[in-house]
């Protein structure tokens, strides 16, 4: 999605302010902008169209000296991607704004600020907040009063970074439904959307929480305002995970080096939540153990690539703890009358916590009556979804920049995992059978690094893919979330259209479409769906289907004509899932680099998705 970089320091912005949109660029990328207020009081502006690297040539030749600006990366909502419809807009070349979200009583707005003789340049929402602004700071005489009542006349989401010709060194910004930080200075301060964008400059943090309006003014004077109005004082945090992950490292691509960190993030998701035998339940926060012993039943809802992971847990949950599991997209659940049987754990996964529909869910739900609490899963400290959910568990990823998502799928499954078990323990689940499944969670980062080593034949595999337009997955159980996940990741970043099906329904339409054409995918561990989904492939084979199979070493599979196998180290069934998973990133990830498409930020997607 959008992204907001804004500055007021002692030194010349352009180049923070550059740098942030680099390190945003993953959210959203078709158009990028930038303000600066000069020496001789003017809002300076470029814009461009294309990645960031469009704007900085134009800088380059036409640079922004000052010491505040804003800046943007846009992901088009309202008008297509084009100059006139860059960040930031401007009023009367007095004041401007950037912003994420979208404002939906912007027609309203748009009609009445015309027939004012405001003139419009751009299709965007957005638009609207500068000309607000600059017709409100005549009247308020100083810009924060000003953006205060322009803000409580918007409806919609935003997060925004405002400045004024005549505000000397004053950058103000406010936060609703989007996320937005203030990056503290040592005599500077800052604004960004995500923490990344700014760990160039400072790693200390005031998350702002919804409702909140920030000044932040020369000297690095940070004030901050709540919904009511009220000056408060929110806690300065420390950024704790580096910044070494906004670089690509020795790797070609973001989304290879999250795929190769993912033995190493298993192991920090697993550590310090484990016992001898069982998982600390505790790692839940000190209501967990109360909170779970009271479920009945889950509701899981979460979005993409999350939304995948809760499938997979559903498996896992009703298996291991007897308790009754739902999953559901989250655009789907907000919209619908749900029932909630008594007993009921809410549970929300996303890697970044500010997903607009996950977040939505997430109120709705703790609006219901008979929701026992709510669970986060999520990546990023200070996220929203951490903030709101009554207990949280951090999958530990560290940040991810490549669109696709991978390493924090797996973390997020193996936190899946750990909860299963600790719901697991409070509910009676056989100590044994906790024991083993503790002793595998060990074994698990060793056993990824084994799979990530065939790298090579999965890029040897990858040429039969290049020139083809459809694939489909197959798997069975736990599986077929896999399967879905693998396709996902295959359309995501190859454009080659791609289904997954439980491997039972083939039969039922799919079958129709097998011929040499379409690649078969299928992952094969040794569970106790393995002599089914033998028989399945059989059915693709007899058909003249080519099958590309991820195979557990035992399972008795082998290369045969319009068969080719790859073994994978043999893993106990219930952690199969997140190693199957691997193979099918590496297998996306080379198609893509063969198509030469953008592996890190496909056509038309954003890494974090703060709009409905
Ligand atoms: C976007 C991303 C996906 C992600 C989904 C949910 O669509 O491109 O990779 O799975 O949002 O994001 P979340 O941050 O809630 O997990």
């Known amino acids: 999605m959008c992204g907001i970089v804004a500055a007021v320091a002692q030194r010349n912005v352009q180049k923070i302010l550059l740098e942030g949109l680099r390190r945003l660029e993953y959210r959203g990328y078709d158009s990028a902008g930038m303000a600066v207020r000069n020496n001789q009081g003017e809002l300076k502006r470029q814009r461009a169209v294309g990645k960031v690297q469009a704007l900085a040539d134009r800088l380059a ?7 505040s600006g804003i800046a943007h990366t846009r992901w088009a909502t309202h008008g297509r991607p084009s100059e006139p419809n860059a960040h930031p807009h401007q009023s009367r070349e007095r004041l401007a704004v950037v912003h994420n979200g979208i404002i939906e009583n912007h027609e309203a707005l748009r009609q009445e600020l015309s027939e004012q003789g405001y003139v419009f340049e751009s299709e965007t929402d957005t638009e609207v907040i500068a000309h607000l602004l600059e017709r409100e700071s005549a009247a308020a005489g ?4 000003a953006f205060k009542k322009v803000v409580a006349g918007l409806d919609g989401a ?3 970074g405002v400045m004024a010709a005549d505000a000397p060194d004053v950058v103000v910004g406010a936060r609703k439904g989007s996320p937005l930080v203030v990056g503290v200075g040592s005599d500077e301060a800052f604004l960004a959307s995500d923490p990344l964008a700014l760990l160039q400059v400072t790693d200390r943090f005031i998350y702002l929480l919804e409702g909140d309006v920030v000044r932040l003014s020369a000297g690095g004077l940070i004030e901050i305002f709540d919904a009511s109005g009220a000056v408060v004082d929110r806690p300065v945090q420390t950024f704790e995970h580096g910044d070494g992950s906004a670089s690509k490292g020795n790797y070609r691509h973001y989304m290879l080096k999250e795929i190769h960190e993912q033995p190493a993030v298993i192991a920090a998701a697993l550590e310090g939540r484990l016992g001898d035998r069982s998982v600390l339940v505790e790692s839940f926060g ?16 979460a979005c993409g690539t999350s939304y995948h992971a809760g499938m997979v847990a559903r498996y896992w949950l009703e298996r291991y703890t007897d308790v009754p599991v739902q999953v559901e997209v989250a655009s789907e659940y907000r919209y619908r009358r749900v029932v909630v049987p008594e007993g009921t754990l809410f549970v929300t996964l996303s890697q970044s916590g500010e997903t607009a529909d996950t977040m939505a869910a997430l109120r709705f739900a703790m609006q219901q009556d008979n929701y026992l609490g709510s669970l986060g899963i999520c990546n990023v400290p200070g996220s929203s979804l951490v903030r709101e959910a009554d207990l949280s568990l951090m999958t530990q990823a560290g940040p991810e920049i490549g669109v696709a998502s991978t390493k924090a799928f797996t973390t997020q499954l193996t936190a899946l995992m750990l909860f299963t078990l600790a719901l697991g ?4 689940m ?6 083993t499944l503790v002793e595998e969670l060990r074994r698990l980062p060793s056993l990824c690094s084994e799979v990530l080593g065939l790298d090579r034949p999965i890029e040897a595999m990858s040429t039969a893919f290049a020139e083809k337009h459809h694939a489909l997955f197959l798997g069975r159980g736990a599986h077929f979330p896999i399967a879905q996940e693998g396709a996902l990741k295959l359309k995501e970043i190859s454009y080659i259209h791609a289904e997954a099906y439980p491997a039972g329904e083939l039969k039922h339409g799919p079958l129709a479409l097998v011929d ?4 078969v995918i299928s992952v094969a561990p040794n569970d106790e769906l393995l002599d089914k989904l033998k028989s399945n492939l059989q059915e693709v084979k007899a058909r003249g289907g080519v099958l590309y199979v991820f195979a557990d070493e035992n399972v008795g599979l082998s290369e045969a004509d319009g068969i080719t196998v790859l073994h994978l180290p043999h893993i106990h069934e219930a952690l199969a899932p997140i190693l199957y998973t691997l193979p099918l990133q590496l297998l996306s990830y080379h198609v893509a680099v063969l198509k030469g498409t953008d592996v890190d930020q496909p056509r038309n997607l954003a890494k974090s998705v703060t709009v409905e």
């Open 142 to 145: 100083d810009l924060l009063t």
């Open 286 to 301: 000190p209501q967990a153990e109360s909170l779970f012993k009271q479920v009945r039943q889950i509701h899981i809802v």
């Open 61 to 67: 030749t036409d640079p922004l000296p000052g010491t």
């Open 430 to 435: 056989p100590e044994d059978e906790q024991a």
């Open 425 to 428: 323990r409070v509910r009676g």
């Open 516 to 519: 040499s054409e379409m690649p």
């Open 158 to 160: 935003y997060a925004l």
